[in-house]
């Protein structure tokens, strides 16, 4: 498991980089990878930008039956998330991707787990799976 | 543990008698199986299984038993490719058993010690059969994925033009890699316009209208435009009663009239010689 | 932060983005565009992003912005070399980019401007 801070925009890079090499290691196909990478350049912004800064643990990993992956974990301490269900809408038929890009992340990756309270801090785990 | 120590005396008493053991227990595996196999390998197979067996029923710990279930699956999975039905190879493993209980039939005293046995050697058969059953999903998986590709053609219908011909429901695995496939095509012969033909396409619902949708989009992306044809009449009633509607894409009953179409994009028309 | 290097060839001017940007690199080069555009008599802009492995949505966003704002300058920008896993990954997103042009390479995106615009 690789531990990297998110401080500042070239952090952001860092962490795309990162998780490029990871999924690359594990198996996952271009166009999975990209998406991957996508997402996570998506949730380390959200960390540093409305989290106030974070940090972002990459793990390759292997659920059962065989398959190979990543997963990926954004945890900030920063306000947290007031309306989390207004924040996960599906906004892709208005296609203007504004907010927090949270719900066009959750679209790019298998697994996505949100955990987020006024005060709190947030948390997102993300996950993305060979075929 | 009491089971264990029963498995240890069994395999003790087998131990005594294992080359005969192994030659009975392969005589019946033999005289059941269809000859897919030669004799010679299946008394090998057979031979190192049940040292195996005996190793497990031995050992204290669950390395044996590891290497035992694994030998196993291999056995299962070769099997399962070679054309073996799944009770053939099951069987296989509960012949161990009845071989074991001629040898035992005589000696009352080692009931409980067979009963042991005989627990293991269905685990173990069950073990082979699920085995089987998974390896077998995974060919079936390898030949959908396979399948899916050959559905998947993207042909040139004249410089610049593509065409993708959808045969089949749209869903969003196909629809995937249908989107690879169009943009890899579009790179490959930096072509302009491609034509997605949906009379293949038993239905279209907001569904499949959303992944064409998609499909367009990212074409449009790589610069180039799409039409859509062969929307049935049937379905235009479907289409249009669902309040779908497909924009600014083009859409034409047929395969001739899109090519027309993009013919004329291009600034090009077909006319006699 | 990196800058992109801006080119003028003839009236247009092009851009190619070789590496991972980060935010502010891509703010500052819609800015420089911005400038050179008024500066010069530019009627159009190429952004080639051949060699660019990941567009998100803050990146996809000033990318299609940097259409409109060519637009004020009237002038057209084409965004050109989007690889296939990157336009795939934007359709999932849900952008599509409507306010810049798009072309498969700068070749293409150059007729679409109409030339150089020497002649």
Known sequence: ?131 | METHSDLQRMAAYLREQADELLKRWADLVLTGSRGLTSADDVRRELDDLLHLVLRSMTDADELAGGELRAALAELSRSRARSGYSPSETALAVFALKDAVHEFVADAAELVPEFLAFSRMIDDLGLHTFETYAAAREEIIADQAEAMLELSTPVVRLWDGIIAVPLIGTLDSARTQLVMEKLLDALLATGADHAVIDVTGVPTVDTEVAQHLLKTVMAARLLGAECTICGIRPQIAHTIVSLGIEFGDITTKATLADALAYALSRAGLKIGPV | MDRVPILKIGQVLFVSIQIDLQDDSVVQLQEDLADQLAATSARGVIIDITAVEVVDSFIGRMLAMTGSISRLFDAETVLVGMRPAVAITLTELGLSLKGVRTALNAEKGLQLLGGTGDG
Request: net charge negative; aromatic share 4%.
């Open chain 1, 1 to 131: 498991m690789d531990e990297l801070p998110i401080a500042s925009g070239d952090d952001v890079v860092r962490v795309r980089q990162h998780v490029r090499q990871v999924a690359a290691a594990s198996g996952l196909s271009l166009v999975d990878q990209t998406k991957l990478v996508t997402a996570a350049s998506e949730l380390a912004r959200n960390a540093l930008v409305h989290g106030g800064g974070g940090v972002a643990r990459i793990e390759s990993a292997s659920p059962a039956n065989g398959r190979t992956g990543v997963r990926i974990t954004f945890s900030d301490s920063g306000p947290g998330i007031p309306n989390i269900e207004l924040a996960l809408t599906d906004g892709w038929t208005s296609g203007d991707g504004l907010g927090l890009g949270l719900s066009g992340a959750r679209r790019l990756v298998d697994e996505f787990e949100l955990t987020s309270a006024p005060g709190a801090g947030t948390s997102v785990v993300v996950a993305k799976w060979s075929r």
